[in-house]
């Protein structure tokens, strides 16, 4: 099984600086996907951006990018440049390839701060 | 183009009562997923559809769960007696074919008194 971890559980960021979410994963499979999602207080759930685990370049995504260290196993998510809009909860989550579904860690809540 | 569309948004009911979810998917996406969040397991997954086939109901928590997936464009999830621990919120999600990403629906709240 699959197991995601996330050790910050809030964060607080200023407005225009960076900042940086930790995710770290544990798996024997060699071929697997790396997501986040964002969930604001409204709850909806939305797709930030997308690592695969052969991919050679780090993925970004407009202000989102992720950090692919697949020795230390860990995707971390960089946010540039905070918006007080970023104010939300972010998960990090994993599939296997030849298994769609996904799992998630228990999130990180990061509060901008204007 | 309408994202993936889930009802109620929000139900309150009694324990013991059926509690009915439903979601439509995006239109072509081929795969559709039920999720549960809590505060105390998180998000985790129930049930998957490929093509309208069940292929992974291993997270469905007890016979009283189940669903149904009777055309491309809607699936709905029952409970049936519900219980208070089912309250939570319930996340549909599609993906389309041959792509890695999931897209989730607003979900719905459900308040089990």
């Known amino acids: 099984a699959q197991k995601i971890t996330q050790t910050q559980p809030g964060m607080f960021v200023q407005e225009k600086e960076a900042v940086t979410l930790d995710c770290t994963y544990d798996t024997s499979d060699q071929s697997y996907g790396l997501f986040w999602y964002k969930q604001p207080s409204s709850g909806e759930m939305i797709f930030l951006i997308y690592?695969?685990?052969?991919?050679?370049q780090n993925a970004t995504e407009g202000r989102y990018s992720l950090n692919f260290q697949k020795a230390r196993k860990s995707a971390n998510l960089v946010i540039s440049a905070s918006q007080l809009g970023d104010s939300a909860m972010y998960f990090c989550a994993m599939r296997v390839i030849n298994d769609y579904k996904l799992s998630f860690g228990a999130g990180t809540t990061v509060t901008v701060r204007a | 183009d309408a994202g993936v569309i889930q009802s109620p948004r929000h139900e309150v009911t009694e324990m013991g009562q059926e509690v009915t979810l439903r979601c439509k998917p995006i239109?072509?996406?081929?795969?559709l997923f039920w999720y549960r969040q809590t505060m105390m397991r998180g998000l985790e997954l129930l049930i998957y559809?490929?093509?309208?086939?069940?292929?992974?109901d291993s997270g469905m928590p007890e016979d009283r769960f189940s669903a149904k997936m009777p055309n491309a464009s809607f699936s709905t999830l029952k409970i049936q007696p519900s219980e208070p621990r089912d309250s939570a919120v319930y996340f549909c999600?599609?993906?389309?074919?041959?792509?890695?990403?999931?897209?989730f629906g607003p979900g719905t709240r459900l308040l089990v008194l």
């Open positions: 559809f490929n093509n309208n086939v069940p292929i992974d």
């Open positions: 690592q695969g685990s052969y991919d050679e």
């Open positions: 239109s072509g996406h081929d795969y």
């Open positions: 999600a599609s993906r389309p074919p041959g792509e890695e990403t999931q897209y």
